[in-house]
């Protein structure tokens, strides 16, 4: 008799994702903090300003009303108009209320549609450096990245021309995030609109995360959206964590065509049903209402990108490409890589949180080996502390 060898625990589609590195460097930080270590936190990417009242209220009246039940999957027909609406009046888009959909987060949003188009060997092309979720998402659904490298040296510019090089005919899906996380980088006008034309006229999909879309500090901000011609082959994934700094609301939504949107509605339908009854009346307000709030954390968000900027190049050895928007710096520190023993900057990280007692998330995280992101919504003193205690250890290594 033979004897068969254990049997697999696991499905092969969770064996091709890593827990998140951002999430890794929050657990490890939070374990420090419990220990009374005093911390400063570069590495959570999250606006630091409460929610603004308005919202905040509208969720608690919703709640006294016992607006606290089950709703429709893709969202209340109010949600939708306004996400439409909020849409088409700041970037020209025309979205009917069935290309909309209401979810748990951008991420949600991100996540299922990735699902919906992406086959077993389809490729979806990818810029780097890029936001750590999009890699492990592809794989999940068991598409190929294909990693477009972008230039240090030109502000990881992503163009038109390296896109229409990685096309293949097995291409389904392209990702582009701009403003972009982690380096802040901005997808020229004419860019994007070359960009649609190529996507839209070999019938492959866009799939546009404008998780960033308001914190442009390089002009007015731009979305694909009003390309209204090539709406056939674009998803808009939205989100409202960084606009109304409601992060832990856990609120985003899709624009596409309606077919989409329906798998993604049919999906949804299948996990979480709908996104949280009470966050879809605070998304209303936060939609619907004057959008000052937007404006006066743009502002100050430019404030502090200016001060980390600053004050991570005068860092001895560290160059910092200039963020354009998002909240991010992503400095180059390959200078420190091999000293100290230091080789990786997983490693340059880890020593950063346990010597300089400073949180960062390693470049490899989003692609690549001689950076670290540096989130900078904190304090004007925190960043003259962090960046302090980051040049202290550096130009303390041998
Ligand atoms: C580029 C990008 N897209 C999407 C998201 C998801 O945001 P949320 O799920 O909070 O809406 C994030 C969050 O960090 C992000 O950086």
């Keep these: 008799m033979t004897i068969s060898s254990s049997p697999k625990i696991f499905a092969d589609r969770i064996g091709r994702i890593e827990v998140s590195a951002t999430m890794a460097v929050s657990a ?63 970037f020209g888009s025309d979205y009917a209320i069935n290309e909309a959909i209401f979810t748990t987060g951008g991420k949600q949003a991100l996540f299922n549609t990735l699902q919906v188009l992406v086959d077993h060997g389809d490729e979806v092309i990818l810029p780097v ?22 230039k240090e040296a030109e502000n990881f510019r992503i163009t038109a021309n390296a896109i229409e090089k990685a096309i293949t005919p097995r291409t389904k899906a392209i990702i582009l995030n701009s403003p972009s996380n982690p380096a802040g980088s901005i997808v020229s006008a004419e860019d994007l609109e070359r960009i649609v034309h190529l996507a839209h006229k070999r019938g492959i999909f866009l799939l546009l995360d404008e998780c960033y879309v308001y914190l442009n500090y390089a002009g007015k901000p731009v979305s694909a959206g009003s390309f209204t011609w090539a709406k056939e082959h674009m998803i808009i994934l939205g989100s409202l964590s960084k606009t109304y700094a409601m992060t832990g609301w856990r609120a985003g939504f899709a624009l596409g065509p309606q077919s989409v949107v329906a798998n993604l509605s049919k999906l949804q339908s299948q996990s979480t049903s709908n996104a949280t009854s009470f ?18 954390f743009r502002a100050e968000f430019i404030t502090l990108r200016d001060a980390m900027l600053a004050k991570v190049r005068a860092i001895p ?16 520190v390959s200078a420190y890589l091999g000293k100290g023993g230091i080789k990786t900057t997983a490693e340059l990280a880890t020593r950063l949180l346990h010597e300089a007692h400073v949180v ?39």
């Design 317 to 332: 050895g560290i160059t910092c490409t200039k963020p354009e928007g998002a909240f991010y710096v992503y400095p180059n």
């Design 360 to 398: 960062t998330v390693p470049g490899e995280a989003f692609g690549t080996a001689e950076h670290i992101r540096l989130s900078y919504p904190v304090t004007k003193q925190n960043i003259d502390e962090g960046t302090r205690r980051m040049g202290e250890f550096l130009t303390g290594l041998a």
């Design 279 to 296: 966050v879809q009346k605070a998304a209303i307000a936060a939609l619907t209402s004057s959008q000052e709030c937007v404006e006066e």
């Design 28 to 90: 490890e930080a939070a374990k420090l903090r419990a220990q009374g270590v005093d911390l400063v936190d570069f590495g959570a990417g999250e606006p630091h300003f409460a929610t603004p009242r308005h919202i905040k209220d509208a969720a608690i009246a919703a709640i006294d009303a016992n607006f606290s039940h089950y709703t429709v999957v893709p969202g209340i027909p109010d949600v939708r108009k306004a996400i439409v609406e909020r849409h088409a009046t700041d």
């Design 129 to 150: 450096p890029y936001w750590v979720s999009f890699r492990d998402i592809i794989q999940y659904a068991g598409g190929k990245v294909v990693f477009l490298e972008t």
